[in-house]
């Protein structure tokens, strides 16, 4: 991987040095990872004119679970006395000759911003902006992989559940339980908080586990998400609980299955964000259900669970091949619950297969 995470900082140093700077600092958790591999929270890379170094204010792992650092890169351990591990880079940056360095002004507060400016004042300060977050939208195979093996981990976890006895659990055991099997089956930890939803809690988006126990004909959603190896994937399903579904669960379910295949279908390489989101949300719209419906369709994954693209009405740009995003649709009747159906997918051109759905866990409303 040291050749990956050397081009990857060759390219971002392209990118400052046609802005005008010959240094970067990069400090926010996930570009850092993207850029040096995994490292101790608070550590900082800085791009320098002589050198690279990754600044760690804290000790390395032990190599176990997210792995270390790029074994490429120099390392330089702080002690306590050495405070922020941003401003001494800024530090390191002066005493190179650089005389500007690249921020990253939105992972900064601005008591971080003005010591970086006050350790060297003769350093001219630019904003790197979201230039590593545009490095990261389209992955290379090695990281599909491992969105492909966390999304395999998330199925297990998922389908054991679906085979045990579920009536009169909590919605907050049934979570923990998703959870542990996340970590047995290899997984570094969950990706997000479980959300598990039953009778009129379910098909609400976030929803927090709470002690309400599972009943005869309820529906019951689950959205989870495994880690694995620092990149972050998500599934969400609905089912019924007991007995056959209602009438009206039926047509709900179905509802939000047809436009959660809408969504899947539109993803293609030079297909607008805002059109994957419309083609999903049109579903819902037509049939009555335009207020409450979420904010967006779907979004990226990757080092973080919720990056860019963002498949929202407003959205701009266009989908690339090897750009892994969610297809997350969903409908919440106040009081009586719903539905929600969630994929996490890579765009791939039509001559590849189309879309690569990672997520295989059957979409067929289930009576469990």
């Known amino acids: 991987m040291s050749e990956v995470y050397a081009a990857r900082r060759e390219r971002l140093r392209e990118r400052c040095a046609a802005g005008g700077s010959a240094s970067a600092l990069v400090s926010r958790p996930a570009n850092v990872r993207y850029l040096a591999g995994a490292a101790p929270h608070g550590s900082v890379l800085l791009l320098g004119s002589s050198e690279d170094l990754l600044l760690c204010g804290g000790p390395l792992g ?4 997210e792995g270390r650092p790029d074994a490429g890169l120099r390392v330089q351990l702080l002690d306590a006395s050495s405070g922020d591990p941003a401003v001494a880079g800024a530090d390191l940056a002066a005493a190179q000759g650089a005389d500007s360095l690249a921020i990253e002004e939105h992972d900064l507060t601005v008591a971080r911003h003005r010591a970086l400016g006050s350790v060297a004042p003769r350093l001219r300060l630019a904003d790197l902006g979201g230039a590593v977050e545009q490095l990261r939208l389209v992955k290379d195979e090695e990281e599909i992989s491992c969105l492909r093996i966390g999304s395999e981990i998330a199925d297990q ?22 959870e542990r099997r996340l970590v047995d089956h290899g997984a570094d930890g969950p990706a997000f908080p479980t959300s598990v939803g039953t009778g009129p809690n379910s098909g609400r988006g976030l929803h927090r586990p709470s002690d309400r126990r599972v009943e005869e004909g309820d529906f019951l959603s689950v959205c989870l998400g495994a880690s694995y190896r620092g990149y972050l994937c998500e599934i969400g399903r609905t089912f019924v609980i007991g007995t056959s579904p209602a009438d009206w669960q039926i047509d709900l379910y179905d509802l939000v299955f047809a436009a959660q295949r809408a969504g899947r279908e539109a993803l293609a390489p030079g297909a607008a964000y805002r059109d994957i989101d419309r083609a999903a949300r049109h579903v819902l719209d037509s049939a009555g259900y335009a207020d409450g419906l979420p904010a967006l369709m779907g979004h990226g994954v990757g080092l973080e669970i919720d990056e ?3 498949l929202a009405p407003a959205a701009m740009g266009k989908l690339d091949a090897c750009v892994p995003v969610t297809v997350e649709p969903g409908v919440h009747i106040p009081g009586r619950g719903g539905v929600r159906i969630d994929d996490t997918l890579v765009v791939r051109p039509e001559a590849d297969g189309g879309p690569e759905l990672l997520t295989i866990t059957t979409k067929e409303l289930l009576a469990l």
Do not use: C
């Not at 976890?157 to 998703?178: K, P």
């Open 308 to 310: 860019d693209p963002q």
């Open 62 to 65: 032990d190599g176990q679970g």
């Open 157 to 178: 976890a998922l389908g054991e559940l679906l085979e045990s006895i579920l009536v009169g659990r909590t919605e907050r055991h049934l979570a923990l339980e998703l």
